[in-house]
């Protein structure tokens, strides 16, 4: 099969990805064959190729937002058959007997394997899963759209979870890519009441216009003080800077939702009185669950998101990957791999 493949930590401007073929993966008898057709393009990709997070041996295949058709079932295989499409995510298996995966939070299993930095991923035609860890894809979406539902769109669900959001409130994002322009459709329609502001980078016009066409009420760029308090943000940006603007327009008791695995810079000294007294609270995000997944797609579906996709071909990922890294990325990249 054709894949692009890390061989090793890098800068991603040196278009690190390389293009070779590999022998085809032997599904073991819980997993499925997948035969891949899209790959959505995630900043986890950019941790990993610098080194933030580093994967678990080179040569890798990067991608986590994974869309296909099943080719060939393990002997002992049952959710599945031959021709269904399924979708693969972030979290590609847990233990199951840790306090935390029998608590249902199996995105703090010390022995999870993580799509893409444990286990190769989606950036190939081929790849290899537990049939536990597939999720059927609704038909609504074409392959291309369900790409990014698999991790932008389940991540930030998770994200808008945390937050503890109620119907009325006010809600800011920081960063307004692939997750963000996902959850504020969840927010429109869920939350109807709640106002959304959104915050971008400096010069992120077309970042602000599909903003408001989504809904926005308020757009501006990261520093800038909105017309009203927040009583929830989610920061979606890579730097730390954000988190501390999130706490300055945070209103009494509010909360900080940081989706992200790494930052780029770390987060500015907090001043307790001004940033974090009056109970306001920080919460990071990790990783995401199979619970997730299974709710996100359906209400997707509900909802009749519209992810907004920029596409590029396999051998393109570098390119994507880069533009991804500039924010010029309008809503989710995706691997066309057919
Ligand atoms: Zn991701
Ligand atoms: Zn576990």
Not at 248 to 261: D, F, H, Q, S
């Amino acid at each position: 099969m054709k894949a692009m493949v890390l061989n090793k930590i890098s800068s991603v401007e040196e278009k690190p990805l390389q293009l070779v073929d590999l022998p085809d993966p032997v599904p073991d008898s819980e997993q499925i064959l997948v035969r891949v057709s899209a790959c959505g393009v995630c900043h986890t990709e950019l941790d990993e190729i610098e080194g933030r997070v580093s994967p678990s041996r080179f040569p890798m295949v990067l991608g986590h937002e994974i869309v296909g058709r099943v080719e060939k079932l393990g002997t002992e295989v049952t959710k599945y058959k031959q021709g269904d499409r399924v979708g693969i995510a972030w979290i590609n298996w847990a233990c199951g007997q840790c306090s935390f995966c029998l608590k249902g939070e199996e995105n703090l299993c010390d022995q999870a394997k993580w799509t893409g930095m444990d286990v190769d991923g989606g950036y190939a035609e081929y790849t290899v899963v537990s049939e536990d860890f597939a999720y059927p894809i609704p038909e609504k979406f074409t392959d291309l759209q369900a790409a990014p539902l698999l991790c932008a769109g389940v991540i930030g669900y998770r994200a808008l979870r945390l937050s503890g959001i109620e119907d009325g409130k006010v809600l800011g994002l920081y960063g307004f890519g692939a997750s963000a322009h996902i959850v504020i459709q969840v927010v429109k329609y869920k939350y109807p009441n709640c106002q959304v502001f959104v915050f971008s980078r400096p010069g992120q016009k077309e970042h602000q216009d599909l903003a408001r066409k989504l809904g926005a009420d308020w757009t501006g760029v990261t520093g800038d003080t909105p017309p009203a308090k927040l009583n929830y943000a989610i920061d979606f940006t890579p730097v730390g800077a954000s988190v501390r603007e999130a706490l300055r327009n945070l209103e009494k008791g509010g909360r900080v939702v940081i989706n992200a695995i790494r930052k780029t810079t770390p987060i500015p000294e907090l001043d307790y009185a001004e940033y974090l007294w009056h109970e306001k609270e920080i919460k990071s995000v990790a990783n995401v669950t199979r619970r997730d997944a299974q709710e996100f797609l359906p209400l997707a579906a509900e909802i009749s998101i519209v992810p907004e996709i920029q596409e590029f071909k396999l051998e393109e990922a570098n390119e994507a990957l880069i533009l991804l890294n500039q924010g010029k990325i309008r809503g989710a990249g995706v691997l066309n791999i057919l």
